[in-house]
């Protein structure tokens, strides 16, 4: 029987508009930080990609005064109508950038192109539409008449969707009124150096957006700093802990997003074609580097023997490569640290007595690459199915009822989203109400809309991002 190979398709990264060097964004204007330069790094060759200005603690005191300017001067004073103009010229732009950005996302992060592309770029454009819509409609928000925005908004994002997680920050924050001092992760800070580019190009007024790249001690110089009125932070629990000691008895409003370990329940009369489509999308999108993945599969035990064969199948055929090659489906992982991470809890996996299968596909020579994982006789006490892991790692379980299939999925002290695979709409509905669980998503996985709220609650965090819910953490209300 013949066999088709894809033929190599890169995209050139000629398009991402690489420099030698960054420097940070305040006040309108890119000036050098006064903090020690960082080195970003290609995950997929290793290779310094460039280096990146970083802030110190009197940088951050100099961002945070230019966006109480901003705010005190032009932007909370400006109408709503004049304020969409900004967003709606700024969503523009990322869409006239968007290979630019795409390309140099897939550089700095390691994700397929495919998926910077097709998922993250334009959603990221979304975003600034819908909150643009938003920004003269406030007063028919559901909030009362005329609510007033809170003032500087502090926000602190994650590596593994830097654009999008910037957009889903700053989006909100601009429509309501307020101005954003925005830290980007440390490993890969392009992206939102680009897009505060793209402030300057829309001739956003100054310091309305100031972005400080650094490490965590800039973050926390930054949600501490006792003239920001709003925080916003999406990364681990553990560091959302110490922002929420930072700010307990300070007034200051605060949101946080944090890990989770969702469970992707698969119930007997479940589509199991669609079902492993959704499982493969839930898990190894992005490497794994979700926080809302689905990394525990709970199965029934009358199909698991058959859903596994399957799910193995679809899994072997996945391409693990060039994050730049239109045909890689899962990339490289974002940094030594957290491949070392993924390494040390799969071996656990093993010690503890799971079933390891490993993708028989080829990883390239170099980069920090992990092959498509799948652990199986999972039992709830092994650390792979309690911790977060962040990788392309999936954990099976079994159940028999739909009780115990709750039970087990409520068995986490995350509770950020859920799957649930099932032809009946009122075993949906019942799981649905059962489940602790911020999202849960029927008969699909991963499926996000400037439109829709997304969060948690429990050690997954609280507040809402998106919609008109998620208005409310930027307004004085």
Excluded at 126 to 151: C, I, N, S, T
Excluded at 181 to 202: N, S
Excluded at 233 to 238: A, L, Y
Excluded at 433 to 450: K, Y
Aim: with cysteine; aromatic share 8%; hydrophobic share 40%.
């Amino acid at each position: 029987m013949p066999t088709f190979e894809y033929a190599p398709a890169p995209e050139s990264r000629d398009l991402a508009n690489l420099r030698p060097s960054y420097q940070m964004f305040v006040d309108g204007k890119f000036v050098d930080g006064t903090g020690r330069p960082l080195k970003t790094v290609n995950p997929a060759t290793e290779e310094v990609l460039a280096e990146v200005a970083t802030a110190s603690p009197d940088d951050v005191d100099l961002a945070v005064r230019a966006a109480r300017r901003a705010y005190d001067r032009v932007w909370g004073r400006m109408p709503g109508a004049e304020r969409g103009k900004y967003l709606f010229r700024i969503a523009r732009l990322i869409q006239e950038r968007s290979r630019e950005l795409a390309v140099l996302e897939s550089l700095d992060n390691g994700k397929p192109i495919k998926e910077a592309r097709d998922t993250d770029v334009p959603t990221a454009a979304a975003h600034f539409f819908h909150h643009a819509g938003w920004a003269d409609k406030l007063d028919y928000a559901g909030y009362g008449p005329e609510p007033r925005p809170l003032g500087v908004a502090a926000q602190v994002i994650p590596w593994n969707f830097p654009l999008l997680m910037l957009a889903w920050k700053i989006a909100p924050a601009l429509a309501c009124g307020n101005t954003v001092v925005l830290k980007p992760a440390e490993t890969t800070p392009l992206t939102a150096l680009v897009f505060a580019d793209i402030c300057r190009q829309a001739e956003l007024p100054p310091g309305v957006v100031n972005i400080l790249p650094g490490a965590g001690d800039i973050g926390a110089a930054l949600v501490a700093h006792p003239d920001v009125d709003k925080v916003a932070f999406t990364g681990s629990t553990e560091v959302g802990k110490e922002i929420t000691r930072t700010l307990a008895g300070t007034g200051r409003r605060l949101t946080l997003e944090l890990g989770g370990k969702a469970a992707n329940i698969v119930f007997d009369d479940a589509p199991l074609d669609q079902a492993v489509e959704g499982i493969v999308n839930g898990i190894f999108f992005n490497q794994g580097h979700v926080c809302c993945a689905g990394s525990r599969l709970l199965v029934q035990e009358s199909v698991a023997e058959e859903l596994l064969a399957k799910l193995h199948t679809r899994i072997a055929t996945l391409r693990v490569g060039d994050p730049l090659d239109k045909n890689t489906d899962v990339g490289a992982i974002n940094s030594r640290e957290q491949l070392d991470k993924i390494v040390e809890l799969s071996d656990a996996g093993d010690a503890e007595g799971a079933q390891r299968w490993t993708s028989p596909c080829p990883l390239p020579d170099r980069g920090l690459f992990f092959a498509p994982t799948v652990f199986s006789e999972v039992q709830q006490s092994m650390r792979i199915a309690k911790e977060e892991i962040f990788g392309p790692v999936l954990s099976v379980l079994t159940f028999r009822t739909p009780d115990e299939a709750v039970a087990k999925a409520n068995n986490t002290p995350y509770g950020l989203s859920a799957g649930v695979w099932t032809e009946k709409g009122s075993r949906i509905l019942w799981a649905a109400q059962r489940l602790r669980a911020g999202v849960v998503w029927a008969n699909t996985f991963n499926r996000f809309d400037p439109t829709a709220p997304f969060g948690g609650y429990r050690e997954s965090g609280f507040g809402r991002e998106g919609g008109r819910a998620g208005l409310e953490a930027y307004l004085d209300v």
